[in-house]
């Protein structure tokens, strides 16, 4: 099998030879534990498994070492845990609890090792001594700072040079920092009864509130905490080594996070890299907009495997993840209801055909030779409707491997028909409803409002109505005639 994937730090796809085979080893940031995932964080999370299980199939299970971190140490963690007034460990259990049953339902698979930030604090400690002591960290005002002009090729990865960026930089420049550049390593933490919090005086629980703090290293004599960045060069050194494969995770990781986690680690370790090939998905957007709370369309995984948040109805979590894969993972992706409905249908065609057949030992060729080229998942996916229909045709051979091959993408796994159906029951929409919706979208059309017109057809065929559009053979004009989905 020979696997090409893109690499952000020499900006080219490149054939992925593994450092060693027999060890494959790849890191991917994972969530800051504090609220629910949302459906973005979702991206990452499955577009990794599936480079995980593509690898596993490639190398075999044994030797592919995935490690996909917890942060579980972050200022936005204390905020909140202070909002409700909460214990940071119960606010961090609780939520990374969620976030595995939420990417659970989506198919992905444990990593090899999910390590979390508290567990690595001597790490982290030694990691700031030794760039104490190799003169590219220094310490001031209870921080360790990172000297990045002790860096020669800093911005690599980001493609800009320490000038630009020291140009660009709008941000108040703390006055302890040698360079506007330089970041934390390790920071001190207000003691008990002195952390930020919005609530009263008087009413707060300042046990409840203290920053989490360790003691410090390179002779700070305060406590103190780790900053994000290190907690995954620590992180990333104690379970693959200084050097490994694959870092991954989303676009906005690449600067400052991931510049930064390379500077920690290379300057360290004395490496010519932290790892071979960087890999970053990019965004989710919803409905054409910026996912955001104030917008009302912040959606979150569970929102959309348990609520009807979205579209009106829950949505099953392979239905999910095969519309995730539609797109490929370095282009953006618009986020839809229309996607879901499709990607829904497509799941019932293939349930339809290959329930209760046996896979067969390999995964369909073509499949692979999609997925082996830098990830291209939606060319697997319209492989996958080809095979399907010759399936659908009586070949068997074909039913078999095309069911491993959807196995091996997490998007199939023996489900029948109406499972991807999940509290969608019978349509609850009278006809009355549905000629208003179809004028109604006529109108839209009219005045060229095309938006409009799509958000009622996106409307009906999330409630299980069809709109078709057709021409009146002698008139010309579209009619638009309606079919229930299932
Ligand atoms: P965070 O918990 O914000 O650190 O994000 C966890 C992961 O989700 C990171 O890899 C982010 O890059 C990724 N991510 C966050 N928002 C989005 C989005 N809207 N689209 C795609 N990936 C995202
Ligand atoms: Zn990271």
């Not at 760039?131 to 800009?160: E, I």
């Not at 009807?308 to 986020?335: N, S």
């Not at 995964?363 to 060319?379: F, K, Q, R």
Request: glycine letters at 8%; charged letters at 25%.
């Amino acid at each position: 099998m020979s696997i090409s994937l893109y690499n952000t730090l020499t900006r080219r796809k490149e054939l992925f030879t593994p450092l060693d085979p027999d060890n494959v080893r790849m890191y991917v940031c994972g969530p800051t534990v504090y609220d629910h995932a949302h459906i973005g964080n979702a991206r990452p999370v499955i577009v990794f498994d599936v480079l995980f299980r593509l690898l596993r199939q490639a190398y075999g299970p044994e030797h592919v070492n995935y490690a996909r971190n917890i942060t579980d140490v972050d200022d936005k963690i204390n905020a909140r845990a202070a909002e409700e007034r909460v214990s940071i460990r119960e606010l961090t259990e609780r939520t990374a609890a969620q976030f595995h049953k939420d990417i659970a339902a989506l198919g992905v698979l444990p990593p090899t090792v999910e390590p979390r930030a508290t567990d690595h604090i001597p790490e982290m400690r030694a990691l700031c001594e030794t760039l104490v002591a190799k003169g590219h960290a220094y310490v001031a005002d209870g921080h360790v700072l990172f000297d990045v002009a002790s860096m020669a090729d800093y911005g690599r990865l980001s493609n800009r040079s320490l000038e630009e960026m020291e140009a660009g930089a709008r941000v108040e420049v703390a006055p302890y920092k040698k360079g506007p550049m330089d970041f934390v390593l390790w920071k001190p933490s207000k003691p008990v009864g002195q952390a930020d919090t919005n609530q009263p005086v008087g009413q707060a629980d300042t046990n409840q509130q203290a920053e989490p703090a360790w003691p410090s290293p390179c002779g700070i004599t305060a406590p103190g905490r780790p900053g994000w960045h290190l907690e995954c060069s620590a992180m990333s050194e104690k379970h693959l080594g200084p050097v490994f494969d694959i870092h991954g995770g989303g676009i906005d990781l690449v600067f400052p996070h991931h510049e930064n986690e390379i500077a920690q680690s290379r300057c360290a370790h004395g490496t010519q890299v932290m790892a071979n090939v960087w890999m970053h998905n990019g965004f989710l957007q919803v409905e054409g907009e910026k996912m955001s709370k104030s917008l009302g369309n912040f959606i979150t995984i569970n929102d959309l495997l348990e609520t009807d948040k979205f579209g009106g109805q829950p949505w099953h979590g392979r239905v999910v993840r095969l519309a995730m894969l539609g797109t490929h993972y370095r282009q953006p992706i618009d986020w839809t209801v229309d996607r879901l409905v499709q990607a829904r249908a497509t799941l019932a065609e293939i349930a339809e055909t290959l329930v209760g057949v046996t896979p067969a030992a390999a995964p369909h060729g073509d499949v692979l030779a999609a997925l082996e080229d830098d990830l291209n998942t939606p060319s697997a996916i319209s492989i996958i409707h080809g095979l399907a229909k010759s399936a659908r045709r009586g070949n068997a051979a074909t039913a078999a491997e095309l069911k491993s091959a959807l196995q091996l993408m997490g998007i199939y796994d023996n489900e029948k028909p109406d499972d991807f159906f999940v509290g969608a029951g019978a349509p609850q929409v009278e006809e009355d409803e549905i000629a208003e919706a179809i004028q109604a979208r006529l109108d839209a059309r009219r005045a060229r409002d095309f938006k409009e017109a799509d958000r009622i057809r996106d409307d009906m065929a999330s409630r299980g109505i069809q709109l078709k559009d057709g021409k009146d053979p002698k008139t010309g004009e579209i009619v638009t005639t309606w079919e229930v989905r299932r």
